[in-house]
């Protein structure tokens, strides 16, 4: 326990909501008890999330550097960047489309709360 803050200073919604938009599911451990399983199973999907990040970003990467190497040969066969995201099209917008729902997530799961659950939240309690 912090002895800078009493154990039964209530929570407030608006903080809670700007958590969520700025810092997605860490916003959960604003209300650590009640949202702890929450917070674990985001970390763990954000973790597998950033892992195909990396995988789709390494695929991309590859593919522009062997269009850079095909620029400095006349007989070139790809098109360009934009050929190399057409081909990867679905790892960007699946991995896009997975991250944003990481994020909106906790967003959507603060804004449905009442406000007075966060004012009730941890008082009288120790």
Not at 59 to 67: A, N, P, T, V
Not at 80 to 106: C, E, K, R, Y
């Amino acid at each position: 326990m912090s002895p800078l803050r009493p154990a039964d200073e209530p929570k407030h919604k608006g903080r809670a909501v700007l958590l969520a938009l700025f810092f997605g599911f860490a916003a959960w451990s604003y209300t650590y008890k009640a949202d702890a399983k929450k917070f674990w199973i985001a970390v763990c999907l954000n973790l597998l999330a950033a892992g195909a990040l990396l995988l789709v970003f390494k695929s991309l990467l590859s593919g522009f550097s062997e269009w850079l190497d095909s620029v400095s040969s006349p007989d070139g066969s790809l098109d360009g960047p934009g050929a190399i995201i057409a081909d990867n099209w679905w790892q960007v917008l699946a991995v896009g489309l997975t991250l944003l729902g990481l994020w909106l997530w906790p967003v959507i799961d603060i804004m449905r709360r009442p406000a007075n659950w966060y004012e009730a939240y941890g008082v009288g309690k120790s």
